[in-house]
């Protein structure tokens, strides 16, 4: 047994790794792969011990710190968390969620909405596994996290692009999702030369294809990957699961729901106890029609308990059971007797064996999952078919009639469809007859340049984004998140939040139809009832129609019903009456879980102490340059990223951000101006709405370099002939000397140099990036003051008085006050500082590509956000 082998068995607690497991984990390359491995064969524990083995194990850097397990669906995010949970643990291996560094161990991390997934994103030197759907991970590789903080959205997407590696996990259920998987990981390898930590996927399933990953984009790459698919070679098909399967395959006619209910108590109850229970499973391709099938067989004499009903409808709180007591292979015991009515939530990651399977029909890939549901411990298992004799359009719904044709016709010649027939079969297929049973054609490609403009996270004055939706989810699937609660006032508490436990995720259109019908308000009896959050204002508000989007958070009182725990989102249901619904009581959240503007109170400047802004700058550039050493950084860059640490609180010596903070006259600290800590006691000025103190750091810096040499290739030498035939006007700025360390360190830097230095001092908080726009606080004072219009709390000429600012050598400068100029954040050309904002960061986004970009900015947030934890701790 070698040594992966030997791994292999203290992780998974098995005997011995299957050959491909053996194969997947022995090969020390990191690379891309296509897994095509049949349902039953361990792909969770192959592919998590490859990655834990040749990361943790052999400790070889070239294997990226983040496993990224992203799934089609909830449920088995939760299914996926408890395997791998459990398999760490048992090798000693799981992080315990308390201590200050992992040492050896690793996080296990969960990105659904209303999870709590941890700080992760703050120890960006540490292994970790996240798990979640493709929904909240796609999203946030595309800079636009679905549930989570604006602010937090680069931070992800950095992380996520950069030192992972992407398993993306039953990919026929992924959609278009699978192209943006696709798309990204090309994207990836287009930049790899400015990438500063590797990132690779892995895409897996029984039914993989190569084509479903091609496009012009990806030709390459997918003749590479075909080259390294995983397989399970002929001469190792052997065991109990190959040849002493039998599932002989019965067609019949479409039926209705009180039909269907009867065949099932027919089938059921002619099933023989094999030693796993008598198992039924029901799968439907609708919600509605599973829904028909379980109260039809209630009505019928089954009970909640004999009989469940599964669907992606369900909130966690009653999710979080099933595995225990029905969907797994503990419950597919001797004497058990249990039908189980499901969606298509069933075709991947469930462990059970069922002896009768009945499934509606469904494109061949959805069918093959399926029929794995069956017989998957050996043996014998029945298997129906359901297939209308006429398939059009409406009938094919919500799949493709073309697709179900194809089945069907497949079905048509098949009498068995156990895993050793449907190999027999597919391997004498011709590529077209293939290609048939297999299409995939997405709806939308995610292009280049759509994924440039995404790096810029800057809303409208309305708080709209670029829609990503349509590269997640085809059609109507896309889902915001619902939860139920309780509360006595008008309005709800803006600290009430939900737990994960009690979401439920439903697709945006059956929300919009069940609080507003057709009309543009909500239903009279829902109103104070419901809410959005506003982003904007902070708070819980009534919604509209155009409120209800993907991703969205939906806040429904629990008297208005429309969920039932053991049906799962119903909505408004005809001439049935909505019964209160159970809320899930979550811990106190904080304002940061949905607001956008929760940091504008700068809370991270509350500490136990006060402290300068120059002896937290050195603290956070110590801990940048640690954490840039720990990822191996170039030279060059870590110097840059400690340089910005020292200037990034340079703009808290504003009036703006000063005045907040009154000290107590025992503190001794009431004639300190440049302070950019205090107790929270202290914080007792007017906070002004919008400020934003980076802004500042950022402009102090442009106005230092100008000062220093206005000429220098940064500034206006970089509009020389410009300059030269008088097409530029120059505004020369003032002749105040600088600290001479201060003023050497600036002249030094290249204009690459500099804009990554001003950039990173400025996206600090993730809140002011890639352009410079006004706020809706800034619109409200442009509207009392003729001075003109603010950005983020600042105007056009602006004061900043002295502060003292640690240089490279350690030793505390004072620079003489200044003025803020906005001139950066005009379009084109500026007499006093040359190329605008604008032109900077997309110069950078090409320079060091968006990825290493956002890279860069989360090392140095995530070093100023745990140095001041430390000092408020």
């Known amino acids: ?146 549930a989570a903080p604006r602010a937090r959205w680069p931070m992800e997407f950095g992380l996520l692009n950069q030192d992972a590696l992407w398993i993306a996990d039953e990919v026929q259920l992924m959609d278009v999702g699978l192209a943006t998987s696709a798309q990204m990981q090309q994207f990836r390898t287009e930049d790899h030369v ?19 990953l091609a496009s012009v984009d990806t030709s390459a790459m997918v003749t590479e990957l075909q080259s390294r698919t995983l397989s399970i070679s002929p001469e190792q098909r052997t065991g109990p699961l190959w040849g002493s399967v ?88 001797q004497s058990a007797d249990l039908i189980i009515v499901a969606t298509q939530v069933v ?43 006429v398939i059009d359009d409406k009938v094919a719904l919500p799949y493709d009639a073309v697709e179900l044709t194809a089945a069907r016709e497949t079905l048509s010649r098949l009498t068995d469809v156990s895993q050793k027939s449907l190999e027999a079969f597919e391997s004498g297929l011709t590529e077209t007859e293939r290609q048939r049973l297999y299409p995939y054609e997405p709806r939308n490609l995610l292009l280049r340049k759509e994924l440039d403009e995404l790096f810029d996270t800057t809303p409208d004055l309305t708080g709209a984004d670029l829609d990503i939706s349509r590269f997640i989810r085809s059609g109507k699937e896309h889902d915001c998140q619902v939860f139920w609660a309780d509360w006595t006032d008008d309005l709800p508490p803006d600290t009430l939040q939900p737990h994960r436990d009690g979401l439920c995720a439903v697709p945006f259109y059956s929300v919009q139809k069940w609080l507003f019908g057709s ?84 809370s991270l400047s509350e500490a136990e102490q006060y402290q300068t802004i120059a002896a937290h700058g050195a603290a956070v550039a110590s801990a940048t340059g640690a954490l840039a050493s720990a990822l191996g950084l170039p030279t060059g860059l870590t110097a840059l990223l400690v340089a910005a640490a020292r200037y990034h ?52 810096l442009m ?3 100008a000062r220093a040499d206005q000429l220098h290739p940064a500034l206006l030498g970089a509009c020389h002939d410009l300059l030269a035939c008088h097409v530029l006007l120059p505004e020369p700025a003032p002749a105040t000397p600088l600290p001479a360390s201060l003023g050497d360190e600036l002249r030094a830097l290249t204009p690459e140099q500099f804009n990554l230095l001003v950039y990173l001092v400025c996206a600090h908080h993730g809140k002011v990036r890639a352009a410079l726009h006004a706020c809706p606080a800034d619109q409200d004072a442009a509207a009392d003051d003729e001075a003109g219009m603010p950005i983020r709390g600042i105007k056009d000429g602006d004061p900043l008085p002295p502060v003292r600012i640690m240089d490279a050598h350690g030793e505390a400068q004072t620079v003489s006050g200044l003025d803020l100029h906005l001139a950066p954040a005009m379009l084109g050309l500026s007499g006093r500082y040359g190329p605008s904002w604008r032109e900077r960061t997309l110069a950078l986004q090409s320079q060091h590509s968006p990825f290493a970009l956002a890279l860069l900015e989360t090392l140095l947030r995530a070093a100023d956000v745990r140095v001041s934890r430390e000092v408020q701790s």
Request: charged share 20%; aromatic share 8%.
């Open 347 to 389: 075709e991947a990651g469930v462990d059970i064996s069922a002896g009768c399977l009945i499934t509606d029909l469904a494109p061949w890939p959805s069918l093959v999952q399926r029929f794995g549901r069956a017989a998957r411990y050996g043996g014998h298992a029945d298997i129906v078919v359901l297939a209308p004799a």
């Open 519 to 602: 009309k543009e308000q909500l239903k009279d009896d829902l109103k104070a009832k419901v809410f959005v959050w506003d982003y904007l204002n902070d708070a819980w508000q009534p919604p509209k129609p155009k409120d209800i989007y993907p991703g969205r958070l939906i806040l429904a009182h629990t008297s208005i019903g429309g969920y039932n725990v053991y049906t799962g989102f119903i909505g408004e249901k005809p001439n049935k009456k909505s019964t209160a619904v159970p809320a899930v009581v979550a811990a106190p959240a904080t304002r940061d879980v949905q607001s956008d503007l929760g940091a504008d109170n700068d």
């Open 1 to 146: 047994m070698n040594d992966f082998a030997q791994f292999f068995c203290k992780l998974t607690g098995k005997d011995a790794p299957h050959h491909w497991q053996n194969d997947l984990g022995a090969c020390c390359t990191a690379q891309n792969r296509l897994i095509r491995i049949p349902t039953g064969f361990g792909k969770t524990h192959g592919v998590l011990a490859a990655w834990a083995y040749n990361r943790l194990e052999r400790q070889d850097p070239s294997w990226p710190r983040r496993l990224v397990w992203c799934l089609p669906m909830r449920t088995l995010v939760e299914q996926t968390e408890a395997e791998i949970k459990t398999c760490l643990s048992t090798a000693g291996l799981l992080w315990d969620g308390h201590s200050d560094t992992h040492a050896g161990t690793v996080g296990v991390h969960v990105l659904m909405g209303g999870s709590d997934a941890g700080d992760w994103h703050l120890y960006p030197e540490e292994n970790a596994v996240l798990i979640g759907t493709q929904d909240m991970l796609l999203s946030r590789a595309l800079n636009r996290g679905y």
């Open 703 to 705: 106005e230092l370099l």
């Open 246 to 333: 039998t599932k002989p395959l019965q067609m019949i006619g479409a039926v209705d729901g009180v039909a269907l209910a009867k065949l099932t108590l027919e089938k059921h109850l002619a099933l023989a106890d094999s030693g796993h229970g008598r198992i039924t499973l029901v799968v439907r391709n609708h919600v509605e029609h599973a829904v028909e099938v379980y109260e039809a067989l209630l009505s019928q004499g089954r009970t909640s308990t004999n009989t469940r009903l599964i669907h992606s409808r369900f909130r966690g709180e009653e999710r979080k059971t099933w595995r225990i007591d029905f969907l797994s292979r503990a419950a597919c015991c």
């Open 194 to 212: 400015m990438s500063l930590r590797p990132c690779f996927s892995w895409w897996m399933s029984a039914t993989l294809q190569p084509d479903w």
């Open 649 to 700: 609180d340079l703009g808290k010596v504003h009036p703006a951000f000063r005045r907040q903070i009154i000290p107590s006259v025992a503190s001794g600290m009431q004639d300190t101006p440049d302070l950019a800590k205090a107790p929270q006691a202290a914080w007792t000025g007017p906070r002004p709405h919008g400020f934003r103190h980076e802004l500042a750091s950022a402009l102090a």
